[in-house]
């Protein structure tokens, strides 16, 4: 079926512009340059002159084979309908105003950019970090490269049991030479061989049958080197409920592979040289302590028990049994949440861009927003490994796509502004995708003297100068 104005032709394509370039993005992109009845241009900002978002700032650096999804989206940006606008921030160096008059849909594929906080006091102090901060500081990404990192304490505390609360906890468990030949940033590896922790206690709110992570990073931390997973077996006594719901789950479940991954930990003893990951369950912090200087000391927790609400789903319940660790960092990994960029509704209770099953709503009434669609963890939350992201962005492109030839769009006139004239005219230096070819390459250099893939710039100045 033909769009019911003169686009989506050779003359006059269709015009998409995708704000972030990580994996939800460019999963996007990759869906909508396979439509072959409609003629397309597509326009990729990020607000960092580096693309590929999570990829890049967020997967952990000894986790090279995740990060190799790269390629696949480089050959992307190799299609001559694509263009790369890097260093283009939307609510800084255009507003949605603008998109909206040179594009005749918007995605936006933002992420999630903030932690959720704990909420307890003492979260403040110095030594108390969100984890996604600290995860952007290993990275090197711009935002985090200056963030204060003290790992000469004995012992570090993690709050959560999802695959980042294993991410962080196996980067503080390696040594600078386990991770010299990942893309770690230099500074980082530079603290880590520094590093005084001995110990890196896990606390779980809930039981190990509840605990968000996969069994392929609880296997990864049962074989490193030079760290030991270690749980005291009789934090693997189950509740009866805990045990039902174990006995129902099926054969191949991340809960039974977890679990029988943990008996296997509940047996092992940590030598003097080895840093031991302690796992403990049914604890909540409910205060971190500090001194008079305002760094942390310690952090009181308090021991749960689980109680099954209505929905049949097992929560934890303060038991007012509390107990003091001793430690000198916590990185609180409780999730992430989006955060609002000018002009684009948000909803502050979930952290996410309002939508219905991707096509974004006002914030006000609910009612959709035309030409304005949603992808990624913006729009769902936290949720799902990267390569599940693939079939949910083409979920949403395919409604964008039957919304554009039902016209359904932002109504750009045939002779709409082409965005790189504005941000020319307002002096913004955009970094094409050639142009950040330059700066991978410089990094990839940098990386030789490591014997790394790449060793990152950390500053957007020192990217920019190598363009
Ligand atoms: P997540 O999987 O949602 O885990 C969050 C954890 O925080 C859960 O254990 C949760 O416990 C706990 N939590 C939440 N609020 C808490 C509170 N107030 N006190 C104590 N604990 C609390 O989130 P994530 O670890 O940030 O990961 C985000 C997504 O990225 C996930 O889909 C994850 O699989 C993915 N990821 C994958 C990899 C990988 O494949 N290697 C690496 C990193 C991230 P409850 O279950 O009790 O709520």
Redesign the pocket.
Known sequence: MKPPESFGTPDHPFRIAIVGSGPSGFYAAMALLKENDLHLRVDIFDRLPTPFGLVRG???PD?QK?KSVAKIFEKTAGDSRLRFFGNVALGRDVQVADLESCYHQIIYAIGNESD?P???PGEHLEGCLP??RF?GWYNAHPDFSDLEVDLGCDRAVV?????????VARILAKSADEVRDSDIADYALDALAASKIREIVV????GPV?????P??IRELLDLPGGRLTIAPEELALDPESLADLEKAPKKSSARSNFELLEIASKNTCSEDRRRILLRFLT??VEVIGNAEGRMTAVRIEKNRLHRGEDGVL??RGTGETEIIEAGLLL?????RGTRTPGVPFDEKRGVIPNIDGRVVSEKDGTVLTGHYVVG?AMSG?????GIHRGLSAGVVDLALEDLRAGRHCRPGLTACDISGLLEQRGVKVVSFEAWKKIDAAEIERGERRGAPRVKFSKIEDMLEVI
């Open positions: 967020g997967v952990a986790h995740i959720r704990l909420g307890i984890a996604g995860v709050v959560g049991n999802g695959n980042v609360a294993v991410d606390l779980g709110r809930r509840q605990a968000a992570f996969s392929g990073e909540s912090p929560r934890p609180s990994s409780v999730g992430y963890w936290p949720r799902g490994l990267i």
